[in-house]
């Protein structure tokens, strides 16, 4: 794996992964990179569960910054990676394009959805901030619409078989997982926005994964970031002939 010869130069550097300047990266998030503060929590709890040869998920690629550092450090077969802003999308391939990682990450504008009534698209609102752009307009903030095309989150679990999910949705986490079955998943790592959904919404974001039969990994869970591992004893008890839809083979 080698880096892109003749690319711009790297504006900032986390975990070995040079990040190209862009209209995103201002002084502060710059300086966040550098000192490995910049989505340290998920960082850390992504190398904590992603195993080598795994294949991981990743739903809100962001700046790119987190997949990247998962396909270097990691060693996994492959990263599946999904971003819904597509102003995001070319600096996310210039960062996987200085970094080599065209191979190992394979990016999508689309956003994953998890219900059986998928449309074809859905409303995106586009902020300044890439990090308040989001599915949900919960708030006063001027904000552009666009329309993103959507993924059956079904369809690639069928087709991509993700040992790892790794989602930064911004908001977004509570209706997919209402309708996401996550069998065959290994470890889940997830922020939380309770900011978007409340704290009874985060409450039941956890709860879905517990009865899901995830555990919290020790070390690499904070009120708004989880990364947990399945575990089949964590499971409550399922009735006598009411099935398990949403369990792990």
Not at 83 to 100: F, K, M, S, T
Not at 183 to 209: N, Q, S, T, W
């Amino acid at each position: 794996m080698t880096e892109a010869r003749g690319a711009a130069p790297a504006a900032a550097k986390c975990h070995g992964i040079n990040v190209p300047q862009s209209p995103f990266l201002n002084e502060t998030r710059i300086q966040r990179i550098n000192a490995g503060r910049y989505e340290r929590q998920e960082i850390d709890g992504a190398l904590a569960v992603v195993r080598p040869g795994d294949r991981v998920l990743e739903m809100g690629a962001g700046l790119g910054l987190v997949g990247a550092i998962v396909a270097k450090k990691a060693a996994p077969e492959a990263v599946l990676s999904f971003e819904a802003n597509p102003n995001l999308i070319p600096h996310i391939r210039a960062l996987y394009a200085l970094n080599g990682l065209q191979e190992k990450i394979t990016l999508r504008n689309q956003v994953v959805i998890s219900a059986p009534d998928r449309p074809e698209t859905l409303p995106f609102h586009l902020r300044n901030s890439f990090l308040g752009s989001s599915l949900i307009d919960s708030d006063m903030r001027e904000t552009t619409e666009v329309q993103v095309p959507t993924a059956s989150f079904d369809d690639i679990r069928r087709s991509f078989k993700p040992d790892v999910l790794l989602m930064d949705i911004e908001g977004g986490e509570l209706e997919f997982l209402r309708h996401a079955a996550l069998d065959g998943l290994r470890a889940v790592v997830m922020e939380f926005h309770p900011e978007a959904y409340g704290r009874e919404g985060m409450r039941e974001c956890k709860r879905i994964l517990e009865r899901a039969g995830f555990r919290k990994s020790p070390g690499h869970c904070t009120r708004q970031v989880w990364a947990c591992t399945f575990d089949p004893a964590e499971r409550p008890p399922v009735p006598e002939g009411a099935g398990r839809p949403r369990s792990r083979p």
